[in-house]
């Protein structure tokens, strides 16, 4: 059992910065793969960045490239997700996830794959 809980949220201006942190439970955290999603009104959830257990090997949608980092500190059980250069169609409810499976098909980066979810976080950017 993993509980997830998020925090870094809010308003900012076009170009500005926000740190997300999701804080995990689970003795073997540094195994998990760990997923940063999005869901913006009216529109589906999607990845926008995760950070494998395995060797820690990070992926990114093409829209965040760049502009985010994702990186894990496994001693505070802790992942972020560094969000500079923001524009406002970033703005959406940010969810931390973690997948304690061994995947073989392109590991942290299937939404179904999660097996833990945050409650999520809003961030709003304004132009």
């Known amino acids: 059992q993993v509980q997830l809980v998020e925090s870094g949220g809010g308003l900012v201006q076009a170009g500005g910065s926000l740190r997300l942190s999701c804080a995990a439970s689970?003795?073997?955290?540094?195994?998990?793969?760990m997923g940063w999603f999005r869901q913006a009104p009216g529109k589906e959830r999607e990845l926008v960045a995760a950070?494998?257990?395995?060797?820690?090997?990070?992926h990114y949608a093409d829209s965040v490239k760049g502009r985010f980092t994702v990186s894990r500190d496994n001693a505070d059980n802790t992942v972020y997700l560094q969000m500079n250069s923001l524009k406002p169609e970033d703005t959406a409810v940010y969810y931390c996830?973690?997948?304690?499976?061994?995947?073989?098909?392109?590991?942290?980066?299937?939404?179904?794959?999660?097996?833990?979810w945050g409650q999520g976080t809003q961030v709003t950017v304004s132009s």
């Open positions: 996830a973690a997948d304690l499976s061994k995947r073989l098909i392109f590991p942290g980066r299937r939404m179904n794959d999660y097996d833990y």
């Open positions: 689970g003795r073997t955290f540094s195994s998990y793969t």
């Open positions: 950070i494998l257990g395995s060797r820690g090997t990070t």
